[in-house]
């Protein structure tokens, strides 16, 4: 376990009304003081911290490790080297895995091989039996192994009666919720990117933004029958998903939840005229009506919460024809700069905001303790610098893959270093 004295640092945590500026000495794992001008003890690291931020650490609640079936794109290992570089102290990797994340051996084998990296990981469990929306999983056996949210993530539950199912079983688990990859699958055959202007100028096959939205609505509507249960929407893009969530936050229903990744709330599908594969994603670019509408969804507290859908790819299955690529880009690298430039500096949301859109929030979500920054704490810490700029290079990335649209961008807000079960991780962006 590493020792480290950070002087007058600014400590930001909404969740306790915390921001001031103190030296923490940071001993065995846990906060061992916060005050003014504090003497590190022999053979303590001590860093400057007067131009960065410590907050809780951030959490990213939705990414895909690939193992246990692709390792050639990602592993577990690897995929919390990339979230610790980018900033991320926790994570919830996702259930399309080979086989699929639906007993609870699985669930078991991917937490004993994360127990010793520096990064908390969670698991989703999938919705039903091999993600495929005929059987319900045993969600009583992955509830026990840990699992607190399930979802069939890369594909639907395309029946109602099927998720009305879901709702029922995960009632009698206190801390269960439900999440939907939201498509309606017969509206979506064959796809490439958005239904639109540009599909049409590229003559592509589009996905119209009707497709998410009905499956947001049904879920919601079957939410509320079903005993007003938790329900997350994963990464949502379109317009009218933003005011489906707000009209039933209006109704009172706060256990709906939603999250935006940083490539739909930035990107529109004009990029994939410049991008061209590393563009290519489901839910697909949308509008620039559609990018707006999350940015208000942002202003307004609509949306709950920030996640990358880290969805790596090897070079090879990425520059291939464009119908033909596989959707996904990558994130944990990218997310804390693209957020802090786009949203706080850009003056859509403050900065304690997008702490709770980044750390707080998603843990709510799941049921997970907030860290806090207090004598006595165990340390979990992202520390960033906000006023930083820096520019993204894939070269200095630790994911196995590098398909990303924004290599090269110039953003504020730059990871500095993560602390986290007794290590502390510098980051090399």
Not at 60 to 73: F, Q, S, V, W, Y
Not at 172 to 186: D, G, I, K, N, R
Not at 300 to 316: K, Y
Not at 364 to 392: M, Q, Y
Request: glycine share 8%.
């Amino acid at each position: 376990m590493t020792s480290i004295l950070l002087q007058n640092i600014r400590l930001l945590n909404p969740e306790q009304k915390l921001d001031r500026r103190a030296d923490v000495l940071i001993v065995g794992g846990k906060i061992a003081g916060i005050g003014e001008n504090l003497d590190a003890p022999e053979g303590v690291d001590t860093r400057d911290g007067s131009s960065w931020v410590a907050a809780p650490g951030f959490y990213d609640m939705h990414i895909h490790l690939r193992e246990p079936g692709a390792t050639h794109k990602e592993t577990i290992e690897t995929g919390c080297a990339s979230a610790a570089n980018g900033g991320f102290t926790g994570l919830a990797c996702m259930p399309n895995t080979s086989p699929a994340i639906d007993s609870a051996e699985v669930v078991h084998s991917i937490l004993w091989k994360s127990q010793n990296l520096p990064v908390d990981v969670n698991v989703v469990g999938a919705t039903t039996v091999g993600r495929k929306g005929e059987t319900l999983a045993p969600m009583g056996e992955l509830y026990e192994a840990g699992v607190r949210m399930f979802s069939d993530d890369g594909d639907c539950v395309r029946s109602p009666e099927m998720m009305r199912r879901a709702f029922e079983y995960a009632s009698q688990f206190e801390e269960a919720v439900l999440s939907q990859h939201c498509e309606e699958h017969t509206m979506t055959v064959g796809f490439a990117m958005n239904e639109g202007a540009v599909a049409t100028r590229l003559g592509m096959p589009g996905y119209p933004d009707i497709a998410e939205e009905l499956i947001i609505e049904r879920d919601i509507r079957l939410a509320e029958f079903c005993g007003d249960r938790p329900y997350h929407v994963s990464h949502m893009s379109t317009a009218g998903g933003v005011e489906s969530v707000r009209s039933a936050k209006a109704r009172g229903k706060t256990n709906i939840t939603c999250e935006v990744t940083p490539h739909h709330f930035l990107l529109t599908d004009e990029a994939i005229e410049k991008y061209w594969s590393n563009a290519k994603m489901n839910p697909p670019l949308r509008t620039e009506e559609h990018r707006h509408a999350l940015l208000d969804g942002f202003r307004d507290g609509t949306i709950d919460a920030i996640a990358t859908d880290h969805a790596p790819h090897a070079l090879s299955e990425k520059e291939i024809e464009f119908p033909n690529a596989p959707n996904g880009i990558i994130g944990l690298e990218t997310s804390l700069g693209l957020s802090y430039t786009y949203l706080v500096d850009a003056g859509v949301v403050s900065l304690e905001r997008l702490i709770e859109l980044m750390a707080i929030n998603p843990r709510k979500i799941l049921s997970l303790p907030i860290p806090f920054i207090e004598e006595g704490a165990d340390t979990n810490l992202t520390i960033f610098a906000p006023e930083e700029t820096w520019r993204v290079d894939t070269t200095k990335f630790l994911t196995k893959s590098r398909n990303t649209p924004f290599n090269g961008w110039e953003l504020k807000g730059k990871p500095i270093g993560v602390v986290n079960r007794g290590d502390v991780v510098w980051s090399g962006l």
